[in-house]
């Protein structure tokens, strides 16, 4: 079901938050939770898993996500491009049902930057306006509107950005080189010009301390007249600013500056204040502000509101709770989080707060999994006699590792139990997922049911019907195909022997799932690369049989933390084990001038049989364009390179049968070196190919490449990965390196996720990320483990419920928001 009035929503807040990213300048304009850029990015991904009408496997969606992941660190020129595609993509959408709307009942209230709700609160100050707090009134009341704030409570959980210690604030004359620092000061000059050489534009500010003076440097793309002026005029003189950033000395003027600092605006009269004893002389809160906000009011408004209401707060978690976890009271908690006297207590403040946004994420997930597990009656697939999966198992040639013996055993655990196994098995790439896979779709044979393996593409699905045509003969059994390019005579067939029971096992792409694929008795279903289905899909798979035991599985690892937020209702097991006897892929990272090398490296493996791959990154976001520049690169490899050799040509434009034709003529050793773009990512195992190439590297996301590097080294040979960058940045360097570092999925995949932030790893299909204002999934990972403990304990006693009303009143309202977009089917 697409949730159309969401989604219209969504559009609604995106098109209002541009106004406002276009009155500011295109300075990515902060909004209460996130700045516009993730904002936008965020939301667009949950458009993309709805998959609105009018767009056909949305790429030009998936695009606009990456250029908006981009758009923080983009010049301004190319920050206006984002826009206006933007734009143009949302005039497209056709969303049914007319003209958008707001959702709120509150028509007046300008710009909501942050369309989600925020974390889940206690009782008692929900109805109180916040304009009728002292000292608020309708016209400041507006304002807090603006950045989300309608009620007292919603002041209350208006957290902090930062803090200031004005108590250890830097003065100027004690800078020194190389330091990062945190300064105040006042605006005493500003500047804007375009530099001589005339690619670039300056903004320059010179911000004085009661100790001296420093200047602040800003490079933009170039700006026409009007728009340098702009960058001025938000930088007026006189303004109490904080700078925070990296100290140089700039030897020419003979005084400190910093490139690009952070700045931040703290009000045009804060040095006036200073004898108020909410604004110096302790912790001092920093809030995300608005145009017309300021510190000293938010300061004064939210200490008010304390005042005024934190005692009629009711805290809804259990003593007993509180008590294991160590964690203080609500309302210490919101006191805290706000005006910490010490650090100490900033700390507990904020794992009290962190401990209830993840809590209640798990609550969900803990009930949505009860609900699947209690609901229904599985089939008990208790068989497991000496028949079939031991048969197989001995007919390989080579010793299940231990992890594929754990995993194994899970699965029988899950199959024997009466409720229906719900399982994702990761597992690094080539660690063995199929077998498992087949053993666990045996399970089904052998206990009188069908099994059904979903595969993304007709490569893949080949793949694993190739296998299955070579374990299962000799075992006597069947398996079918089912693919989109089959005749409408095979199809009948094929249709037939699934329903009367003659076909063991089904394999197939969506082809799988059409509604007149009808199967006898399905039990098992297993769905490989399952985060390149949507839920839709794999609910739809699973309701060809009756309550079918499911497993899913995928080969992007995710960081447990991630994974225990976004697919924290299934049970999750580890392929954490390569099999024995893989040699190392050796990979290396080279330099533009360097890729002869690379030439040579690939004459070198093809003299000896070898074959190898070269592989493109998508450029400027356009499939097309991508598909050019990779039929380029062939035919410079083909002509100028490799004459001598078979060079073959891989692309998404290329139509499903041609793409099959040349993976096939791949996999016969009929091509010597095949160039592609990443449509060659997914699963695909030619064992005689020893190298992999991957131009300009750094445009990859670390968990992709390496994906793409798993290509190769599934054969006896030595493999080579090279990764080509013209990128010299120290940054790029030491991205790759962790690449050239490891070969564990895992590690890669946490230090991605490090670097680049849990959102933006997880990309576009899969984001169900709830909005977390405070917690933070990297660094929080001990909060998340007892938040989870904890959640799920509430649901196995439902009984504290009883207890705990304000509890279970928090819990089922959460039901209906965030939550019905994390995959639960
Ligand atoms: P993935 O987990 O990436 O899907 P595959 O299932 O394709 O990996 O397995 C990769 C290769 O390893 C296949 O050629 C498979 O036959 C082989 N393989 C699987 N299990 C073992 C094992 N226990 N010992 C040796 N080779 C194995
Ligand atoms: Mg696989």
Redesign the pocket.
């Known amino acids: 079901m697409i949730p159309v009035e969401e989604a219209r929503l969504k559009i609604e807040d995106i098109r209002q938050a541009i106004a406002y990213e276009k009155k500011f300048q295109y300075i990515d304009v902060q909004g209460r939770k996130k700045p516009f850029s993730r904002f936008v990015s965020e939301t667009l991904n949950k458009l993309a898993q709805w998959q609105l009408p009018g767009e056909s496997e949305d790429r030009q969606l998936g695009q606009l996500i990456q250029r908006f992941n981009n758009y923080a660190y983009a010049d301004v020129g190319t920050r206006m491009n984002t826009l206006d595609a933007l734009e143009r993509y949302l005039e497209t959408l056709t969303v049914p049902g007319g003209q958008p709307r707001r959702k709120t009942v509150r028509q007046d209230k300008p710009v909501e930057i942050n369309g989600e709700p925020a974390a889940p609160r206690g009782r008692g100050v929900h109805d109180t306006d916040v304009q009728y707090l002292k000292g608020v009134g309708p016209r400041l009341a507006r304002l807090l509107n603006s950045v989300g704030v309608h009620t007292v409570e919603d002041l209350l959980y208006y957290f902090p950005r930062r803090y200031l210690d004005y108590h250890n604030r830097v003065k100027i004359k004690d800078l020194e080189e190389g330091q990062d620092v945190t300064i105040l000061g006042t605006i005493t000059g500003s500047s804007a010009y375009n530099a001589k050489s005339g690619k670039v534009s300056v903004l320059n500010l010179t911000v004085a301390d009661e100790t001296g003076r420093i200047s602040a440097t800003w490079f933009y793309a170039k700006a026409n007249r009007a728009l340098l002026e702009s960058y001025k005029s938000r930088w007026s003189k006189g303004a109490e600013v904080m700078l925070s950033g990296r100290v140089k000395v700039d030897r020419f003027k003979n005084r400190f500056s910093i490139d690009r600092p952070q700045i931040e605006v703290l009000s045009y009269a804060d040095a006036a204040e200073d004898a108020s004893s909410l604004n110096v002389g302790r912790i001092v809160p920093v809030y995300p502000l608005t145009e017309g906000l300021n510190l000293r009011f938010l300061r004064r408004a939210i200490h008010q509101a304390m005042e005024d209401h934190l005692d009629t707060i009711a805290d809804p978690l259990p003593d007993e709770l509180k008590r294991k976890y160590g964690l203080i009271g609500l309302r210490d908690a919101l006191r805290n989080i706000h005006f910490p006297d010490t650090l100490e207590h900033y700390e507990e403040a904020r794992k009290r707060l962190v401990f209830d946004e993840l809590f209640y994420v798990q609550v969900r997930l803990a009930l949505i999994r009860a609900n699947y597990k209690r609901s229904v009656k599985g089939l008990s697939l208790d068989k497991h006699d000496g028949g079939l999966c031991d048969r197989f198992a001995a007919s390989?040639?080579?010793?299940?590792?231990n992890a594929?013996q754990k995993v194994f055993q899970e699965i029988l655990q899950d199959l024997k139990s009466p409720e229906p196994m719900y399982r994702l098995l990761q597992?690094?790439?080539?660690?063995?997922?199929?077998?498992?896979?087949v053993m666990t779709l045996l399970m089904a044979v052998e206990n009188g049911y069908q099994g059904a393996l979903m595969a993304p593409t007709e490569i893949l699905a080949e793949q694993h019907y190739r296998?299955l045509i070579e374990w299962l003969t000799p075992l006597g059994l069947r398996a079918g195909l089912f693919v989109g390019k089959s005749t409408v005579r095979q199809r009948r067939e094929l249709k037939q022997g699934l329903l009367n029971g003659q076909i063991h096992i089904a394999v197939g792409t969506h082809a799988l799932i059409q509604h007149d694929v009808e199967f006898g008795n399905l039990g098992v279903v297993v769905v490989?690369e399952q985060h390149r289905f949507g839920v839709r899909q794999r609910t739809l798979l699973k309701d060809k049989g009756d309550h079918p035991e499911m497993l899913t599985?995928t080969?992007t690892p995710i960081p447990r933390t991630l994974a225990m937020t976004v697919h924290g209702d299934l049970d999750v097991s580890l392929?954490d084990e390569l099999?024995?006897?893989r040699t190392p892929i050796l990979t290396s990272l080279l330099y533009g001038k360097q890729a002869k090398k690379a030439h040579d490296l690939i004459r070198m493996e093809v003299a000896k049989g070898r074959q190898a791959y070269v592989v493109l990154p998508l450029i400027e976001e356009s499939e097309t364009l991508s598909a050019k520049a990779a039929t380029t690169e062939a035919e410079r490899l083909q002509g100028e390179v490799f004459p001598e050799f078979r060079v073959g040509l891989l692309h998404g434009k290329m139509r499903p049968e041609e793409k099959d034709a040349v993976m096939s003529a791949f996999a016969h050793g009929q091509i010597d070196v095949l160039v592609s773009t990443t449509v060659v990512e997914v699963?695909v195992?030619v064992?005689n190919a020893t190298v992999m190439v991957i131009e300009n590297a750094d445009r990859f996301g670390l968990a992709q490449l390496h994906q793409l590097r798993?290509r190769v080294g599934?054969g006896c040979h030595q493999s080579h990965c090279i990764l080509l960058t013209d990128t010299r940045g120290e940054d790029t360097r030491q991205r790759l390196q962790i690449l050239t570092d490891s070969e564990n999925g895992f590690d890669i995949a946490e230090k991605d996720m490090a670097l680049r932030g849990p959102g933006e790893f997880l990309g576009t299909r899969q984001s169900g990320l709830p909005d977390f204002v405070l917690a933070d999934l990297i660094h929080d990972k001990a909060i998340l483990e007892m938040a989870r403990e904890a959640a799920f304990a509430v649901v196995d006693n439902p009984e504290v419920f009883e207890n705990y009303p304000e509890l279970r009143d928090i819990v089922f309202q959460k039901t209906e928001d965030t939550f019905n977009v994390l995959g639960s089917g």
């Not at 390989?396 to 590792?401: G, M």
């Open positions: 390989l040639p080579f010793e299940l590792t594929q597992g690094d790439v080539g660690s063995g997922k199929t077998v498992v896979a296998k490989d599985m080969a392929l099999p024995p006897g699963g195992d064992p798993g599934r």
